[in-house]
């Protein structure tokens, strides 16, 4: 059984610019989650989707958004990047949270120059 | 709102000495407890997990850890290390209802030195 996949594993945007990272979950889960980890900050919880609907969501600006298609994949899109959008962005899927276990992806690490 | 405190940010023991790895909640109902472990530019993998039931969980890789309410502790232990345990590991909890869906909310995390 495929694990989580997250797409792509690096990249480097400058200030300024927009960045969409895509997730894949295993197969039956529907529910998707996304969180931020920076050295400063560890991880962060940003939403959580489930059949399409956003469900929950942390304390992160407009700039952060996020969706979930009708296969469960999920996508993030951060605006306006700014420096300390810096990190690694870890995707986790999961069949019926917080009942089962979150499994994550590889992450996206993200750089802003 | 929850909080996870793992005391020591930097753990180090020698290879085969006992493991401890600590780990305490701040949550008004007795929350899901997670621990995670983190590998160099890897995501994070499950080691064990308490939902309800017994109180000690056993894990991967000979790995432990015991609920205990009245202290509000979960933490984690292997009574024998192995060099491959060097990782960075983190405790996590997850409400068990209400709007909390899908939210884990982190310690800051241990990084584990094993010296041979």
């Known amino acids: 059984k495929a694990g989580v996949t997250q797409t792509p594993r690096y990249l480097i945007k400058t200030r300024g610019q927009q960045v969409t990272l895509s997730c894949s979950p295993i197969?039956?889960?529907?529910?998707v989650s996304w969180y931020q980890q920076t050295p400063g900050q560890g991880l962060q919880f940003l939403f959580e989707?489930?059949?399409?609907?956003?469900?929950n969501k942390g304390n992160f600006p407009g700039r952060f958004s996020g969706r979930q298609f009708s296969n469960s994949r999920s996508e993030m899109n951060v605006s306006t990047l700014e420096l300390g959008d810096s990190a690694l962005y870890l995707c986790?899927?999961?069949?019926?949270?917080?009942?089962?276990?979150?499994?994550f992806g590889q992450g996206t690490r993200l750089t802003v120059v | 709102a929850q909080s996870v405190t793992q005391l020591g940010s930097h753990v180090s023991v020698s290879e085969g000495a006992l493991v401890l790895l600590r780990c305490n909640y701040s949550?008004?109902?007795?929350?899901?407890l997670f621990w995670y472990v983190q590998y160099p530019n890897q995501g994070l993998q499950l080691l064990l997990k308490?939902?309800?039931?017994?109180?000690l969980v056993k894990g991967i890789n000979g790995f432990e850890a015991e609920f205990k309410k009245s202290e509000t502790s979960f933490h984690l232990t292997k009574p024998s290390a192995h060099m491959s345990d060097a990782a960075e590991y983190f405790c996590?909890?997850?409400?068990?209802?209400?709007?909390?869906?899908?939210?884990?909310?982190f310690g800051q995390g241990t990084i584990l030195t094993v010296h041979p």
């Open positions: 986790a899927s999961s069949l019926d949270p917080p009942n089962t276990e979150a499994f």
């Open positions: 197969s039956g889960h529907r529910s």
């Open positions: 989707y489930f059949s399409e609907t956003q469900r």
């Open positions: 949550s008004s109902v007795p929350p899901y």
């Open positions: 308490y939902t309800t039931g017994a109180t």
């Open positions: 996590a909890v997850s409400d068990i209802g209400g709007t909390s869906y899908g939210k884990l909310t």
